[in-house]
């Protein structure tokens, strides 16, 4: 059923076109359309509903959040209000049809939903997501790499002594091995089984905690000399059973790694949030606690490589515990093959473009204003008299310059 | 797990006062050898509850491996000691270090809660009843 407006006279008909569909935003998807249009002209132009291929659709768009299916009745913190949570109920409506039939394939350009959307985490890292943490080289790079900048950030006294660590959310142990690497000691958390099946069988070489860290994490005080978490904290803004309260679990968290820190000793967790006021959500939980810091961005303007790092001093504030910057806040862009530190990889003095007040930097723009010169002609012929093209000779007008009134 | 991990592990299930030092109840334990690192040793020994860690050794089977009173940091130091076998140093190492508990169960001294351990794994989960919030 398709409600439209601006199409005058009353009454039920039927269309037949693919245009008012396309009008309303709705994706199309087989060449068939059928549709009822009920013409209000008081609704204004606003399809809701139509018929495609005999099943409802739904209004798709891009870039939001993609729909969730009715599996997931989790209500999440932070998307709508302060205090507010969002019960995800069955939008589409019809849930039961639905369940059976198989995913939609997911559109090119459509992001995958973050793992938070799609399912607890001791029921999402089941067996055949652990087994990703050992079988894809990217995964494993990415982790690494993100423990390595945690461990950077963690500022350990470089004095060649091994530290007792704790990992939060360890998982498969891929950031342990990290650690491991550096000499530490540390005691890995994690709520799957299955990721911990990973890490015994990839022999760990520290101590596994099957627990929940939004229970607490129940150490003795000020036994630790620092903790990371990678890409494990985002987990606590989900209320995934009816007893959960994400307040008083980043609460419970945050309060049990306070205790259990040494003074003066630092926390980095790399997390994702989703929104503002997760992120807002997770920083003043940490503060409440006691912890000194703040967060860290490192690439803020790509939407790939951004990672945000909560750094947090434990103790009163000293000099040297001002916040580390993070990396390519000077609106330098990071590429995936090069791990530039310095960040400014610019040739040829290439200028870029002022980004600070912008989400997305602007494409280079293209600086050279006299054409590709004569180097680039000369270069192009020779390539297509290689491949046995006729090419005019070169002469002395070759890629000569124009003259300005020309 | 190892006797270190157990050493700064407590429970917090809800009752629990301090919920420390767990009782240590072992099926299975194993030894990993392990290299000797004197400064890390050093380092921990302020930090190590030394009643709790010798009540462990002695819940392994291990009455003599550790002595009453912990050792000085002189004797940690001592030359040699790490190539000793006998010293305080080494002892100390296998008992925080080298011993892995495989199965067996964390019983909290205040609830009598019980965790197991399983492949070296204890699981610490509470239920929705026993969260202290």
Redesign the interface.
């Known amino acids: 059923m398709v409600t439209h407006g601006g199409g005058g006279g009353g009454g039920a008909r039927t269309i037949w076109d693919d245009e008012a569909a396309a009008a309303a935003g709705v994706m199309r998807r087989s060449p068939r359309c059928v549709g009822e249009f009920i013409g209000d002209p008081l609704l204004g132009r606003d399809i809701v509903l139509g018929l495609w291929d005999s099943r409802p659709i739904s209004r798709v768009s891009l870039h939001r959040r993609p729909m969730k299916s009715p599996v997931e009745r989790r209500s999440v913190v932070g998307t709508l209000g302060e205090s507010r949570r969002e019960h995800t109920t069955d939008l589409c409506g019809g849930g039961e049809e639905r369940r059976g039939e198989k995913p939609r394939r997911r559109q090119r350009g459509e992001r995958m939903p973050r793992p938070e959307v799609q399912a607890p985490p001791e029921i999402f890292y089941n067996e055949s997501e652990a087994r990703k943490y050992t079988t894809s080289s990217r995964i494993i790079e990415i982790q690494s790499r993100i423990t390595e900048r945690a461990l950077e950030l963690l500022a350990l006294p470089n004095d060649g002594v091994p530290k007792l660590l704790l990992d939060i959310g360890c998982g498969s142990g891929l950031s342990g091995e990290t650690l491991t690497e550096q000499g530490h000691h540390w005691i890995g958390y994690d709520i799957s089984k299955s990721m911990l099946d990973v890490a015994l069988e990839r022999e760990a070489e520290g101590d596994l905690l099957l627990a929940d860290m939004g229970q607490g994490l129940g150490l003795r005080p000020g036994v630790i000399d620092g903790a990371i978490s990678i890409s494990a904290v985002q987990w606590l803004c989900n209320a995934d059973k009816s007893c959960h309260n994400p307040r008083l679990r980043l609460k419970a968290f945050f309060g049990s790694l306070y205790r259990c820190l040494a003074r003066g000793a630092r926390a980095v967790l790399q997390f994702y949030a989703d929104n503002v006021k997760q992120s807002e959500m997770i920083v003043t939980a940490a503060m409440r606690a006691g912890f000194a810091g703040g967060v860290v961005v490192d690439w803020p303007h790509s939407s790939k490589a951004k990672k945000s790092y909560l750094v947090l001093t434990c103790g009163p504030p000293s000099l040297n515990s001002s916040l580390p910057k993070g990396k390519g806040q000077d609106g330098a862009m990071c590429s995936d093959d090069d791990e530039s530190d310095d960040g400014s990889g610019d040739e040829d003095g290439a200028q870029t473009v002022g980004i600070y007040e912008r989400n997305r930097p602007k494409k280079r723009q293209k600086t050279k204003k006299n054409g590709k010169g004569k180097a680039w002609l000369l270069n192009k012929k020779e390539q297509l008299r290689r491949r046995g093209r006729e090419v005019p000779a070169d002469t002395k007008y070759t890629g000569r310059k124009r003259k300005s009134y020309f | 797990?190892?006797l270190?991990?157990h050493?700064?592990?407590?429970?917090?299930a809800r009752g629990a006062v301090t919920?420390?030092p767990l009782k240590l109840q072992v099926v299975k334990w194993s030894t990993k050898e392990a290299e000797p690192?004197p400064?890390?040793l050093r380092?921990?020994l302020p930090?190590i509850?030394w009643p709790a860690l010798v009540a462990a050794t002695q819940a392994l089977g291990l009455p003599e491996l550790l002595p009453e009173a912990p050792p000085t940091d002189a004797e940690l130091s001592a030359e040699g000691a790490a190539a000793d076998e006998g010293s305080a140093l080494r002892r100390l190492h296998r008992a925080l270090?080298e011993i892995h508990i495989e199965e067996g169960a964390l019983v909290c001294p205040d609830t009598d809660r019980c965790f197991p351990i399983s492949?070296?794994?204890?699981?610490?989960?509470?239920h929705?009843d026993e969260?202290?919030?």
């Open positions: 797990m190892r270190l991990t050493n700064m592990l407590a429970s917090n919920g420390y690192n400064e890390f380092g921990m930090k509850d270090l492949r070296g794994v204890p699981n610490m989960l509470l929705e969260v202290r919030n």
